[in-house]
């Protein structure tokens, strides 16, 4: 079952970047959320969407949001992932798809590699926009579009 706009996002906790427990609880009521879901580090089109989130990543804090990639890369390879593209977002480890899955994200290419999806999330904790798109550089356009209007 996928989550829709209005919809409340699953309280979920995963190893993040730094190799610490991340729990999104701790930022619900503080801050809106872009939480984008990406295959795989270190391929063309996720380094490009990171790089893009990297180099907005200031527009999306003045915006008040945080950003949070996640994928099922392990940590390691989330560590130099993020330090070979100076990431200043938090990356999360979703080693056994249980987020991925909670979020109802769909997969690509008949089922064989995990889909691409961006939800933008009130300090709430509530969906205000979804965009699963192929695409990785209109994620970050379309999230700062719908921040905007928040």
Same mark, same amino acid.
């Given at each position: 079952?996928? @989550? !829709?706009?209005?919809? $409340?996002?699953?309280?979920?906790? /995963?190893? +993040?970047? !730094?190799? +610490? @427990?991340?729990?999104?609880?701790?930022? @619900?009521?503080? $801050? /809106?959320l872009v939480i984008y879901f990406y295959p !795989?580090?270190? =391929?063309?089109? %996720?380094?490009?969407? /990171? %790089? =893009?989130?990297? +180099?907005?990543y200031d527009d999306f804090q003045d915006l008040g949001a945080e950003v949070i990639g996640i994928s099922s890369d392990s940590l390691q390879s989330h560590i130099k992932f993020s330090s070979k593209y100076q990431l200043p977002f938090i990356l999360l480890s979703d080693a056994n798809g249980s987020i991925r899955k909670a979020f109802g994200v769909p997969t690509d290419f008949l089922g064989l590699i995990p889909g691409r999806a961006t939800y933008v999330v009130d300090k709430k904790g509530?969906?205000?926009?979804?965009?699963d798109s192929t695409s990785p550089k209109i994620h970050i356009q379309k999230a700062l579009e719908k921040l905007k209007t928040m």
């Open positions: 079952m996928s @989550l !829709k706009i209005g919809d $409340k996002i699953p309280l979920f906790s /995963a190893i +993040d970047n !730094k190799g +610490d @427990l991340f729990e999104i609880e701790t930022l @619900l009521g503080q $801050k /809106a !795989k580090d270190n =391929t063309p089109g %996720c380094t490009i969407q /990171a %790089c =893009t989130f990297r +180099d907005q509530m969906i205000q926009y979804i965009f």
